[in-house]
């Protein structure tokens, strides 16, 4: 986008979500939805505690929060952190934004706080998952090469929620969105080192939206037009920016509903390949032959797929977690891709093949991104034998779905990997959350 949009007269863009969000009905399937969500997130947060930067926001936390009921908006930065140090939180395809690490901390320490019931709590969720997904829609593919979109698009959501539980109206809520918005920021150029910083983004944008919030109750203003402002986010960081994505479908079911959750603990740019992989081991194993005898990996995807993971030689968990190479040959030679297929065994035992894995960008899969986020792996054997398994979408997208069963083992499995001595008196409690249930105490610290 080359200029700033001329003003509305149906109001600002801001206007224009918040009031498309507060008008769309909730319906009980709505928020049964959204507990499960809840959990994935949660689960996500008491597990990224078992992990080395967990540990270092751990100290850091006990060192400088002396208060026994701290800060929502300081709880919520703890929690954020935590959700995303594991990469299996839940991710939307079309905005490039993972909603639940920013949404779901702010919401549920903001209504540990007030004391507020499950369906408010949930409804909250669906209201910042709607806001950071659609304004995440609207950035353009160009944003997301340089801006993390969690870090950029996250404080629009966790405002919207925070805006919910606080019953701001409709003038206090613009007002949060708009300086939750001026505190948009997040680089992607940790990744060159592998540093710690994507879990400072997801924290950040929750505490941000929480604050943006709580000033708008006591009448702190904030520029209405932040989004489309001739100096406003889509004109400072969205050269190809959509600005029309922000309202269009405003009586489609709730974005929510059309996020993803993942099943594997890696960027999930690397899940549709991890997907045909195990399909590939399976067939490979079935017909005799040993994964071992895999001579050439060829892999085809998207271009955002390249931009973020393509990283032939991983030397740590978290580049492993981020490495096309690495991931798909985990999925051929491992017999599950867990949280321990990233870890320095496992790296030495798939660098050979990894070193032979050839990536490129291709369609149909380049040009249905990111409607679609899938790929391709072809093998070549040492028998010149070769095999091919496409996906056209990856495992937990909503076309292929998890089941509420799988979803409720993944949340058993984190909360585990975080030594949570009772998971299932967690995940009962969070399922009952749509029925009233009220949320249980937990210390994420």
Avoid at 203 to 217: F, M
Avoid at 329 to 358: H, I, N, Q, T
Wanted: proline residues 7%; contains cysteine.
């Amino acid at each position: 986008m080359n200029a700033a949009l001329p003003p509305s007269a149906n109001g600002s863009l801001t206007e224009q979500l918040a009031e498309l969000i507060r008008a769309k009905p909730v319906t009980p399937s709505d928020l049964e939805a959204a507990a499960l969500f809840t959990l994935d997130a949660v689960a996500n947060s008491l597990a990224g505690r078992h992990s080395a930067p967990g540990q270092i926001l751990l100290e850091w936390w006990r060192a400088s929060v002396s208060n026994a009921s701290p800060d929502p908006g300081r709880e919520a930065f703890l929690m954020g952190a935590l959700c995303h140090i594991l990469e299996t939180d839940d991710l939307h395809r079309e905005s490039v934004v993972h909603p639940g690490c920013v949404v779901v901390p702010a919401a549920w320490a903001l209504a540990r706080k007030r004391g507020e019931g499950g369906q408010q709590l949930l409804t909250a969720i669906l209201h910042g998952f709607e806001a950071a997904t659609r304004v995440g829609m609207a950035v353009g593919a160009e944003h997301y090469r340089i801006w993390h979109n969690t870090a950029t698009c996250g404080p629009f959501g966790s405002a919207m929620a925070a805006a919910s539980l606080l019953g701001l109206d409709k003038a206090q809520t613009v007002h949060a969105l708009g300086n939750a918005g001026s505190q948009s920021s997040g680089l992607w150029q940790f990744l060159e080192t592998g540093a710690m910083t994507k879990h400072l983004h997801a924290g950040h944008a929750a505490e941000a939206g929480i604050r943006a919030a709580e000033l708008a109750a006591f009448g702190f203003t904030a520029p209405p037009a932040i989004l489309e402002g001739e100096k406003g986010f889509f004109r400072a960081a969205c050269p190809d920016a959509d600005p029309a994505a922000v309202t269009r479908n405003p009586h489609a079911d709730w974005q929510l509903t059309r996020t993803s959750i993942k099943p594997w603990p890696s960027c999930r740019h690397t899940h549709p390949v991890i997907d045909a992989a195990e399909e590939l081991r399976k067939r490979v194993i079935e017909s005799g032959k040993s994964p071992e005898d895999i001579l050439e990996v060829e892999v085809a995807t998207y271009r955002a797929a390249l931009d973020v993971c393509n990283r032939p030689h991983a030397s740590s968990d978290y580049e492993a977690k981020f490495s096309l190479q690495h991931a798909v040959s985990a999925a051929l030679l491992l017999p599950c891709v867990d949280f321990e297929a990233f870890g320095a065994e496992a790296r030495e035992r798939c660098a050979g093949l990894a070193a032979r894995v050839k990536v490129q960008v291709a369609d149909p899969w380049a040009r249905d991104y990111p409607g679609s986020w899938g790929g391709q792996v072809r093998l070549t054997l040492s028998d010149g034998t070769r095999e091919v398994a496409d996906r056209v979408n990856a495992k937990g997208d909503p076309e292929a779905p998890l089941s509420r069963d799988e979803m409720i083992a993944k949340a058993d499995m984190l909360l585990r990997h975080g030594n949570v001595p009772d998971p299932a008196s967690i995940i009962e409690a969070i399922l009952n959350l749509p029925s009233e249930g009220a949320l249980p105490r937990l210390d994420f610290a």
